[in-house]
């Protein structure tokens, strides 16, 4: 079973940030959190990922609480082209141990 | 990088018959997973490999699965007998398994079978 879990659906107006929340209540010190995005019947494509601190790309904000338990990615401006299912996952760094489980993650829609 | 490149992207085939499904991962990468995707049941882990050794195949659906990592640069996926319920996408990832290093996925090959 997936370690996580998103909202089903969100909404969000085109130009506003989508905040997109994660619970990963029972994860472990050396568990990143890591987001991807599917597009249509695309690959997930990665996101970003983070550990304990903060994370910004050019793609998106990650903020997670200091006790770990959640993580919010931050679309800054949405675009139409944001619609997508967005997966928040946990993985233990660095071992041969790496059984990846999706959930099934949340639905954003970019309405216009 | 060509990133991780599966083929075919499209296969149809009728109940009964073999199927194999390729995966190159991207080069360098010492990990690689296999999943399935249907509406039901979403992303679902069917094996994963490290340096390419099956670590855990829990997520095969039955015997008529069977995936091979001969070599860090290819891998197969194998349904003998294939079945309707067998329709879906399955895609392939791979990644460095050291650090933080994320999944990356190849765009999967859409399976249907008649």
């Known amino acids: 079973d997936a370690k996580t879990t998103q909202p089903p659906s969100m909404d969000c107006a085109e130009g506003r940030a989508a905040n997109l929340p994660c619970n990963h209540s029972?994860?472990?010190?050396?568990?990143?959190v890591y987001w991807y995005r599917q597009i249509h019947s695309q690959g997930p494509q990665y996101i970003i990922h983070g550990l304990k601190n903060n994370e910004t790309n050019e793609m998106a904000s990650l903020i997670i609480t200091e006790d770990r338990k959640s993580s919010t990615l931050i679309l800054p401006h949405a675009t139409l082209r944001d619609t997508a299912v967005y997966y928040c996952i946990v993985r233990v760094a660095g071992t041969s141990y790496d059984k990846v489980i999706f959930g099934p993650g949340t639905s954003l829609s970019v309405i216009p | 990088d060509a990133g991780v490149i599966q083929s075919p992207r499209h296969e149809v085939t009728e109940m009964g018959q073999e199927v194999t499904l390729r995966c190159k991962p991207i080069?360098?990468?010492?990990?690689l997973f296999w999943y399935r995707q249907t509406m039901m049941r979403g992303l679902e882990l069917l094996i994963y490999?490290?340096?390419?050794?099956?670590?855990?195949d829990s997520g095969m659906p039955e015997d008529r699965f069977s995936a091979k990592m001969p070599n860090a640069s290819f891998s197969t996926l194998k349904i003998q007998p294939s079945e309707p319920r067998d329709s879906a996408v399955y895609f392939c990832a791979s990644s460095l398994r050291q650090g933080a290093s994320p999944l990356h996925f190849g765009n999967g090959t859409r399976l249907t079978v008649t």
């Open positions: 080069s360098g990468h010492n990990s």
């Open positions: 029972t994860i472990s010190g050396n568990e990143y």
């Open positions: 490999f490290n340096n390419n050794v099956p670590i855990d």
